[in-house]
């Protein structure tokens, strides 16, 4: 059929190529041209090939030819018919999702959902325009988790810059504190060796002038004693009193006693400890103000109470009746003790909040994770769920461990602050009006949402009647 009319349509193409348009990269070629090829027009589905404007004529003008369906030119002709039954792929069935020919619809595919290609390609386009928006909705989402990410190590950067320039500081204060103790230990030292020296030159400078007065008496009486003539004797001796020794000093008692340095070197290390305890100070004071910018708002949560205990109306202050209530035994709820928890639950992050604890004899406080046991005895220590410091007896203060910790304080908290570094595995517990660490957890693995954990004991007869009272954090 090609060789029918491509001689004279070649001819003809020849003569009109120049009016006719060359295809170009990227566009359909007519399959038929042999020299130049033209930019086809059309393609036909039956032939299999793409015509340009001259070859196309046939498909307009002959009958047999005008039955073919064509198309907008497209390449890969073959890959648009059915490879089992030689037929143009005109339709596209929804429940298999692949385009299909008119026989695949009444063989394979006869109770399937069938529509026509375009139909299909509609419908395609529209679910590929959703999946697009989601694609670029996670590439957006994953460009601002970089940045994020950028801005949490820019953080990061500032955070350790800004410690290291503090313990730069710190450090250095300290090693000049260090220098000029020892170099004040060295003078002290050497001052109290160069006064017993002094002391010791005052001696020997006035014993040789002893010895010097006393050798002059010597050769005096060494001369006399050579005389012979016993009435010159008798009256040298009278004339210059040599028969007495002369007037000395009595150095029978006269001594050097060594320096005494003992506790020279206790008194410089105590005034270093000092110098240390007000950096120390300083230090604390700057981290308890950091820790204080991370001040959450905790409010108790009546759920998980246990039935004797008590809470405010607006959910702040808490402390332990002696009045069981009738309360609903949901999941949540702690059975014993008088616990409560906090509403707020946190997963990452870093979060602070303070306790007033004045007044009260016995608590505990500090976090508990989501699943920590709440029916029957619970065990304070982080293997069992939880991370608090107690107070016992009114001045008996405990890390919450097996067995329990002795923390030694130099005053007894009134507001107590309780910091969490999720990630950091670390909880850490603050005097806040003394400005000093009471203790801390370090190296925690938390993989559970952390709540506050507040118990505030038993009243003990009115001794320990005080309540737990959530204060709001002031940085001073």
Same mark, same amino acid.
């Given at each position: 059929?090609?060789?029918?009319? +491509? ?9 009109? +190529? +120049?009016?006719?348009? =060359? ?36 498909? /307009?003008?002959?009958s047999g030819l005008k039955r073919h369906q064509l198309i907008d030119p497209v390449e890969n002709l073959e890959g648009r018919m059915c490879t089992k039954h030689d037929k143009p792929l005109e339709l596209f069935c929804k429940t298999d999702q692949t385009c299909v020919c008119m026989l695949c619809t $009444? %063989? ?5 959902? $069938?529509?026509? !290609? ?5 419908? @395609? ?6 999946? *697009? ?6 590439? #957006? ?15 990061? *950067? ?19 504190? =260090? ?11 050497? &001052? ?13 400078? &006035?014993?040789? #002038? ?26 040298? =001796?009278?004339? /210059? ?45 700057? &981290?308890?103000?950091? =820790?204080? #910018? ?28 002696? $009045? ?33 604890? @004045? ?5 505990? %406080? ?13 065990? %304070? ?27 030694? !304080? ?17 909880? +850490? ?48």
């Amino acid at each position: 059929m090609v060789t029918q009319f +491509s001689q004279p349509a070649q001819q003809k193409a020849s003569s009109s +190529s +120049s009016e006719q348009q =060359v295809s170009k990269p990227g566009e359909v070629p007519c399959d038929v041209c042999t020299g130049t090829k033209l930019k086809a027009l059309k393609s036909c589905l039956v032939c299999l090939v793409s015509y340009c404007e001259t070859h196309l004529e046939p498909h /307009l003008t002959m009958s047999g030819l005008k039955r073919h369906q064509l198309i907008d030119p497209v390449e890969n002709l073959e890959g648009r018919m059915c490879t089992k039954h030689d037929k143009p792929l005109e339709l596209f069935c929804k429940t298999d999702q692949t385009c299909v020919c008119m026989l695949c619809t $009444v %063989l394979d595919h006869k109770k399937h959902d $069938v529509v026509p !290609l375009k139909e299909g390609y509609e419908g @395609k386009k529209v679910e590929l325009g959703k999946t *697009e928006a989601e694609i670029q909705q996670m590439i #957006q989402k994953r460009r601002l988790k970089i940045q994020e990410i950028k801005h949490s190590v820019n953080l990061s *950067e500032e955070d350790a810059d800004r410690e290291i320039a503090e313990g730069v500081q710190v450090f250095t204060s300290l090693k000049e504190s =260090v220098e000029r103790g020892l170099n004040e230990l060295i003078n002290t030292i050497k &001052e109290k060796q160069k006064t017993t020296e002094k002391q010791a030159e005052a001696f020997i400078k &006035e014993l040789e #002038q002893e010895i010097s007065e006393l050798m002059k008496r010597s050769t005096e009486v060494e001369q006399v004693l050579r005389s012979e003539d016993h009435l010159h004797l008798l009256q040298s =001796v009278q004339s /210059l009193n040599i028969q007495q020794p002369p007037h000395t000093k009595d150095w029978t008692e006269v001594s050097i006693r060594p320096s005494s340095y003992e506790g020279t070197v206790v008194k410089a290390v105590v005034q270093l400890e000092e110098t240390l305890s007000k950096e120390m100070k300083k230090l604390l004071e700057a &981290e308890l103000k950091r =820790v204080q #910018q991370y001040a959450v708002d905790v409010t108790l949560d009546p759920d998980t109470a246990t039935p004797k205990v008590i809470l405010s109306d607006d959910g702040k202050q808490v402390n332990v009746g002696d $009045v069981r209530k009738n309360l609903p035994d949901n999941p949540e709820r702690f059975s014993r003790y008088g616990i409560v928890l906090g509403k707020q639950s946190f997963f990452s992050g870093r979060f602070y909040f303070e306790v007033q604890v @004045k007044g009260k004899t016995d608590w505990n %406080l500090g976090v508990a994770r989501e699943s920590i046991n709440r029916k029957g005895a619970i065990t %304070l220590n982080p293997q069992k769920g939880n991370w608090t410091i107690v107070l016992r007896n009114g001045n008996e203060y405990n890390a919450g461990a097996v067995p329990p910790v002795r923390l030694s !304080l130099k005053s007894r908290p009134q507001k107590v602050g309780v910091f969490v570094d999720y990630e950091g595995g670390l909880v +850490s517990f603050y005097d806040v009006d003394a400005a000093a660490l009471i203790s801390s957890f370090t190296g925690c693995s938390f993989t559970e949402k952390l709540f506050p954990y507040f118990c505030p004991s038993s009243n003990d007869g009115g001794k320990n009647s005080a309540p737990l009272i959530i204060s709001p954090v002031r940085v001073n």
